[in-house]
């Protein structure tokens, strides 16, 4: 068989497991899957959704693996588990099973890791109070020195120069050297991922790309030299660019990926244009990890509503990575 991708099944009482149980009830995946989780909270979420399971080995590593579907199984059911509220025992299955399968995909035993969503304060009351989200679980798993979340929908992709900041943070954090290094980042991975040469724009921070300094200095200290330096370089990249216009070009093909500056740029511009499929990608990281790109959906977990579209496209997303078929996204 192929290399199974790692399927992370995030914080039991949101919404990850119900969706994970309706796409593996479609039995439609292009590689073997192996779940990383509890069987019980899969369990729930497809008694929740009305679906039937398929037959899902429990294996105790990938490598044992010998059918379509396998699961790692990880923890009991707590006895006070309930759907929709940040508990520290959700948060603390959800963060170990992402170390697990980044364990799996370090060692080579699969191709890579799609996650479903965990939730941040579940994971601070677990004690992983330095581990914002996926992105720092990550990092620190890998030692990367830097890290960035691509948002893929079909048409439209973009990298952010950060993610988990406050405005004011984001904002402060607009530097030449960080928009370079971006850059840099964002021009090797692509092109590893079989985007050779992308056509990059770097949007706006303010509006109207900042009037010539009158609504700001951003675009004239920090983004215009990075993007010369970038181009000397032999990038191709456009910018400063209007965030008000730019992802629009992007979407009529003008540009392969806009990098964004902060994490409601680009967020917005993604989930406006297609938000049930759309999904993220990890750049920086010594392997391909996509994911889902909404959050655990508290106030419909437990429920049977929840749309599994996301998971499809993240599950479809990793195969590209890997097989260097980002183009085709």
Request: with cysteine; proline share 5%; aromatic share 4%.
């Amino acid at each position: 068989m192929k290399k199974p991708i790692a399927i992370t099944l995030g914080d039991p009482a949101g919404i990850g497991p119900e969706v994970a149980a309706k796409v593996l009830a479609r039995q439609v995946a292009k590689s073997p899957l192996t779940l990383v989780g509890s069987r019980w909270a899969l369990e729930l979420g497809a008694a929740a959704a009305g679906v039937g399971l398929p037959s899902i080995a429990t294996v105790e590593s990938p490598a044992t693996q010998t059918d379509l579907f396998g699961l790692v199984d990880i923890e009991r059911q707590p006895q006070d588990f309930r759907f929709g509220e940040v508990q520290a025992s959700c948060g603390r299955i959800a963060v170990t099973a992402v170390e697990i399968a980044a364990g799996y995909c370090l060692d080579g035993t699969v191709s890579a890791m799609v996650t479903c969503p965990i939730n941040k304060s579940a994971i601070q009351a677990a004690g992983y109070v330095k581990d914002i989200g996926h992105q720092e679980i990550l990092a620190r798993l890998t030692g990367a020195e830097r890290t960035a979340t691509m948002l893929m929908t079909p048409g439209l992709k973009v990298v952010h120069l950060s993610t988990h900041k406050s405005l004011i943070e984001a904002a402060r954090y607009v530097t030449c050297d960080n928009v370079l290094k971006q850059l840099r980042l964002t021009w090797q991975t692509l092109a590893g991922w079989g985007l050779p040469d992308p056509r990059i724009a770097v949007a706006a921070l303010n509006p109207h790309a900042g009037e010539d300094g009158l609504l700001g200095r951003e675009e004239i200290d920090a983004l215009l030299p990075a993007v010369d330096q970038a181009r000397g370089e032999g990038m191709d990249v456009t910018g400063p660019v209007s965030a008000d216009s730019v992802f629009n070009r992007a979407i009529d093909g003008e540009f392969d990926v806009v990098l964004a500056l902060y994490h409601d740029q680009g967020h917005i511009a993604i989930k406006v244009h297609d938000f049930h499929r759309s999904t993220t990608a990890t750049m920086g990281i010594p392997f391909v990890r996509t994911s889902v790109d909404h959050g655990t959906a508290f106030d419909i977990a437990g429920r049977g509503v929840a749309d599994e579209q996301g998971l499809f496209a993240a599950i479809d997303a990793a195969d590209a990575l890997v097989g260097g078929e980002l183009a085709r996204l």
